[in-house]
């Protein structure tokens, strides 16, 4: 090749020229790789034996990696096309190609264990004041995966709560078909849902979102097999497919994309952990998988050491460190409380139980569910009841089957502590949860 084509190929797409340094799990079954030069990514998935490789890296920002965003927004002086984003570390590196810094790695045969400090993905050569980290283990056909992030900004200011990618999951073009199930009826062998590939002639990403109703994701091949995701009790996905579908190999631009995504708000100091399991197998395969490992998705929240993935608005917290309660300020009008999405049915969780103190001058409180197939929040779905105004610690009872339109599968609530705050009002909230005890 002459050197000028090469430099320019180079200077296109280096990763592909990279003699990357690749550390791996094989357990028989299924064979796992993440790539040191790429801050412990995950680059490569196969059946142990094969040299076909699901994981696309066309770019760093793909992969199979953690990503988390929060303000300003832009942050720094981005590439034009990624101002949208905002302060967005990245295991890999940067767009400008940039690498992630390794802390800290070792592999003892049985688990992976990795830590960097991330790159901001829209700006050039700029470290994230945080650090990853990754855990992995192989069991059977399954890799099971745990990040957290430690957070460590200078900018102390808390920004609204960002979709967070957790993580972003991209596959080679042959892996093109992204199933999931998104019925009302979780758990009962319903027929499962393709999302399509959209096409965006303006522009702009061709991803879709949906409620994975029973909090799997696959994208599969031409015989239906292919690479399968399990986060339980998450429920949102961003996903499709960009490129010509079934071509393409871990390198190329055809690439399927996923992402299980929950709004969180991303403190200065947090720490934050998530878990999630990947699956390679035929469809059958992958969902008798998410079957066996069913969770209980009845509301269970517990505020003593987080928020439990809920946000607020016309409200504000005390930030983070959370111990034993969340502490939310009633100090503007129609303050919110949002749980996370959810999927639990009306039947499995006919009350719904608050321990909460408050000091408000209105204590009167609204609690509205959303449904699956409606979109917001509606009067036809409320149920008042009163705080008592002590600062004290009580114990709500709602009784939701009492009310005529608590049916069906219930995808999120929202707490209206009080119809309008005023100084030095607040609530804090201990649990929330469909028992009493």
């Not at 300003?72 to 302060?87: R, T």
Request: aromatic share 14%; net charge neutral.
């Amino acid at each position: 090749m002459h050197k000028s084509v090469f430099t320019l190929l180079l200077l296109l797409a280096p990763a592909a020229f990279c003699a990357d340094r690749m550390e791996f799990l094989d357990n028989g079954t299924l064979k796992l790789g993440i790539n040191l030069d790429l801050g412990g990514s995950i680059t490569y998935l196969s059946k142990s034996g094969s040299s076909e490789n699901l994981v696309n890296s066309w770019d760093w920002g793909r992969q199979i990696q953690q990503s988390y965003y929060a303000g300003p927004i832009p942050f720094g002086n981005p590439a034009p096309q990624w101002k949208g984003l905002g302060w967005n570390p990245i295991q890999s590196g940067d767009h400008f190609k940039n690498r992630s810094k390794i802390l800290e790695q070792r592999n003892d045969g049985k688990e992976l264990y990795v830590k960097n400090i991330p790159m901001i993905w829209p700006v050039d050569n700029v470290p994230a004041e945080c650090t990853f980290e990754t855990w992995i283990t192989l069991d059977a056909n399954t890799a099971r995966v745990r990040c957290r992030l430690v957070n460590a900004r200078s900018d102390k200011t808390q920004y609204h709560p960002r979709s967070q990618e957790l993580p972003a999951v991209y596959t080679n073009g042959k892996f093109w078909k992204l199933m999931t199930y998104t019925g009302a009826a979780p758990f009962t062998g319903g027929e499962v849902t393709r999302i399509p590939k959209l096409l965006n002639p303006k522009g702009g990403f061709p991803w879709s979102h949906w409620q994975a109703t029973e909090c799997w994701a696959a994208l599969l091949n031409d015989a239906d097999w292919g690479l399968g995701f399990h986060a339980p009790n998450t429920y949102n996905y961003v996903g499709g497919f960009a490129g010509k579908e079934n071509t393409g190999g871990e390198k190329d631009d055809p690439c399927g994309y996923f992402a299980p995504v929950r709004n969180e708000i991303i403190d200065h100091n947090i720490v934050y952990d998530y878990s999630y399991t990947l699956i390679l197998g035929s469809l059958p395969e992958i969902r008798a998988l998410v079957y066996k490992n069913k969770h209980d998705a009845r509301p269970d929240w517990n505020f003593k050491t987080d928020r439990q993935h809920w946000t607020f608005k016309h409200a504000s917290d005390t930030g983070w460190p959370i111990s034993d309660s969340w502490h939310l300020k009633l100090e503007q009008n129609d303050p919110q409380l949002f749980s996370t999405d959810t999927g639990w049915l009306a039947t499995d969780a006919p009350k719904l139980f608050i321990r909460a103190a408050t000091n408000a001058k209105q204590p009167q409180s609204r609690l509205y569910w959303r449904v699956h197939g409606i979109d917001g929040y509606s009067e036809e779905r409320v149920v008042g009841f009163e705080l008592k105004n002590d600062g004290q610690f009580h114990t709500y009872e709602i009784d939701l089957a009492a009310q005529p339109n608590y049916t069906g599968l219930i995808t999120q609530i929202r707490f209206d502590p009080v119809p309008a705050g005023g100084e030095g009002e607040y609530i804090k909230l201990e649990w929330v949860r469909w028992r009493k005890d």
